[in-house]
Nanobody, 129 residues
Framework: QVSLVESGGGSVQAGGSLRLSCTASRATYNTDCMAWFRQAPGKEREGVAAIYTGDGSTYYDDSVKGRFTISQEDAKKTVYLQMNSLKPEDTAMYHC??????????????????????WGQGIQVTVSS
């Protein structure tokens, strides 16, 4: 079992930046792949970005490409989401996720929430216009 804890959320004006952090209770094969999802009120949880800690390969949803960057530290234990040029439509609860993925992101659909096994409680990001 792995527990995930997010930090770094908050409120910012449009065009601003925030950096989210996700720390796993321990680095194991269950944190081979880690990701960020978000869920706005009344909407489905959607994948934002993912990383395969084995080789650093990444996935981004089209809505955040060029604005968000996912990165890792401490080999499978900490993942960051740097969010720049934030828009009001980025407002949501952001959740960290992890899963055992021996073959990396290319063998899964990283944007689908049912691909992921472990979830954090989430942290709020609010972007005002």
């Amino acid at each position: 079992q792995v527990s995930l804890v997010e930090s770094g959320g908050g409120s910012v004006q449009a065009g601003g930046s925030l950096r989210l952090s996700c720390t796993a209770s321990r680095a194991t094969y269950n944190t081979d792949c880690m990701a960020w999802f978000r869920q706005a009120p009344g909407k489905e949880r959607e994948g934002v970005a993912a990383i395969y800690t084995g080789d650093g390969s990444t996935y981004y949803d089209d809505s955040v490409k060029g604005r968000f960057t996912i990165s890792q530290e401490d080999a499978k234990k900490t993942v960051y989401l740097q969010m720049n040029s934030l828009k009001p439509e980025d407002t949501a609860m952001y959740h960290c996720a992890a899963v055992y993925c021996p073959y990396g992101l290319s063998t899964m659909a990283p944007g689908r929430k049912d691909e992921w096994s472990y979830w954090g409680q989430g942290i709020q990001v609010t972007v005002s216009s």
